[in-house]
């Protein structure tokens, strides 16, 4: 992860009429790469709206949205239950300590209006490394929501009808492995199951505006079914034993 990586940022909405229906479609993507949903999912929505309202903007960081999150929660004003506060506030302080505590991830993820210089040379052509082979797991998921959402959010607008842009993955299986648990309540399986959706979606969507992708492992049967079935074209070779 280091210094192999720019500085990733995440473009805030692009108008306020939209604003409501862009975080409707963001805020699963947010909590499902930390492993969420369900009242997290909730708490966390209803706090960027608030937050928007209040400041006019958005936290900075995702540690300072769930610090907001938990003052949200905090607020007698909204009268939750005692037991569905202990519980959701529980899991979401365990899950910023354990998951968003890198103060390098932090970085990475911090949330800025200005795009990044690195994207706008890569959309001109330019070849851009991005190592995801240091740091947690989870780290990598985070990252990789947050890469997949910025660079849909600033093609969305784009028709090329050929390809203009190539997204090439080696060693997949880190980020595109399916889950190993098949419980539908584990952080793995909610973070790899809307990862498949996000990625499924893109992979067949955005061919029209001039994205492609190039995805390489050992063991295609291991990954999310998208990365078999929605290619126009699967090159495979026998390795030697």
């Known amino acids: 992860m280091g210094t192999a990586l720019p500085l990733v940022t995440i473009p805030q909405s692009p108008g306020s009429k939209k604003f409501k229906a862009t975080q409707t479609k963001r805020t699963p993507n947010l909590t499902a790469s930390i492993g969420s949903k369900g009242a997290v999912k909730t708490s966390v929505y209803n706090t960027i709206m608030l937050y928007k309202e209040n400041s006019g903007m958005l936290p900075k960081t995702p540690t300072r949205l769930f610090e907001a999150v938990?003052?949200?929660?905090?607020?007698?004003?909204?009268?939750?239950?005692?037991?569905?506060?202990?519980?959701?506030?529980?899991?979401?302080?365990?899950?910023?300590?354990?998951?968003?505590?890198?103060?390098?991830?932090?970085?990475i993820?911090?949330?800025e209006k200005k795009v990044p210089v690195w994207f706008h040379e890569w959309r001109n052509g330019a070849n851009i490394y991005l190592d995801l082979t240091e740091g947690s797991?989870?780290?990598?998921?985070?990252?990789?929501?947050?890469?997949?959402?910025?660079?849909?959010?600033?093609?969305?607008?784009?028709?090329?009808?050929?390809?203009?842009?190539?997204?090439?993955?080696?060693?997949?299986?880190?980020?595109?492995?399916?889950?190993?648990?098949?419980?539908?309540?584990?952080?793995?399986?909610?973070a790899k199951e809307r990862l498949e959706h996000v990625f499924k979606e893109m992979?067949?969507?955005?061919?029209?505006?001039?994205?492609?992708?190039?995805?390489?492992?050992?063991?295609?049967?291991?990954?999310?079914?998208?990365?078999?079935?929605s290619p126009s074209v699967n090159i495979l070779f026998t390795l030697d034993t």
């Not at 302080?93 to 968003?100: A, G, I, Y």
Request: charge should be negative; hydrophobic fraction near 40%; proline fraction near 4%.
């Open 70 to 107: 938990l003052d949200y929660l905090d607020d007698p004003i909204h009268k939750y239950h005692e037991k569905f506060h202990t519980n959701i506030t529980t899991v979401i302080r365990e899950t910023v300590t354990e998951k968003l505590c890198d103060p390098i991830l932090e970085k």
């Open 109 to 111: 993820l911090s949330l």
């Open 203 to 229: 992979m067949e969507e955005f061919r029209s505006r001039g994205l492609g992708f190039l995805i390489i492992d050992k063991a295609p049967s291991s990954l999310f079914k998208c990365v078999s079935k």
């Open 137 to 190: 797991i989870w780290d990598k998921r985070i990252i990789t929501f947050a890469l997949l959402q910025m660079i849909k959010t600033l093609t969305a607008h784009l028709e090329e009808h050929q390809l203009h842009n190539l997204i090439i993955i080696d060693e997949a299986f880190h980020l595109l492995a399916l889950p190993t648990s098949q419980n539908p309540r584990s952080d793995e399986f909610i």
